[in-house]
């Protein structure tokens, strides 16, 4: 893709950027937002935006797969990428100030910590964020969802907090993995599919 198809990509999630919103400020993070389309995988939209302070100035994004935060020095010191898929995140929740919150994101082994969101952004993107996993642990139960490997319904998205399921343990108290390791391993990975757990039988699977 030549220059002029770089900007224009560039411009196009400016828009969708400022639609999902408007108080949006794209001061210091258009180096972060220039690598958004290497991440963005066919059929990945934006749900929410914002910025903060991890590592430096980030970009915060919310799609309807994943939470990514970039962060990349403007003269090419380096960047700092966070990209969670939805299924992995175990907590997502915010610390109110006066004028900014902390965010907190959890993915059941780590905990990761973005300082000045401003208040409003901060329970937005919290609210968008829980807002997508209910909306896809809703549709996966409305398809009837089974395990494939002993036919039961009793099963749930990993990273979601049910009553009588802890993210890290399933099972017979076995240990889920996850954590920093599956989340590098999804950068590598080109997939719409989503993890489940069996509370049944404790097995993993896709769909």
Do not use: W
């Amino acid at each position: 893709m030549g220059l002029f198809g770089k900007d224009e990509q560039l411009e196009e999630n400016k828009r969708a950027i400022k639609k999902l919103n408007p108080k949006f400020s794209f001061t210091g993070i258009k180096p972060a937002l220039k690598d958004v389309p290497s991440f963005m995988e066919d059929g990945e939209e934006f749900v929410y935006a914002t910025t903060g302070d991890f590592k430096g100035v980030c970009l915060m994004l919310v799609t309807n797969k994943r939470v990514l935060v970039l962060q990349k020095d403007p003269l090419g010191g380096g960047k700092h990428v966070l990209n969670i898929p939805l299924g992995k995140i175990s907590d997502v929740s915010y610390e109110k100030g006066m004028v900014f919150s902390k965010l907190l994101i959890a993915d059941g082994k780590q905990l990761y910590k973005i300082k000045q969101v401003s208040n409003d952004d901060a329970e937005a993107f919290v609210d968008s964020v829980k807002k997508i996993i209910a909306s896809s642990t809703d549709k996966a139960l409305s398809e009837g969802l089974h395990c494939p490997y002993c036919g039961s319904e009793n099963v749930q998205p990993l990273g979601q907090h049910h009553k009588n399921f802890s993210i890290g343990k399933a099972v017979g108290g076995a240990v889920l993995t996850g954590g920093v390791g599956a989340v590098a391993g999804f950068l590598g990975k080109n997939t719409k599919q989503t993890d489940f757990v069996c509370m049944d039988c404790g097995e993993q699977f896709k769909r």
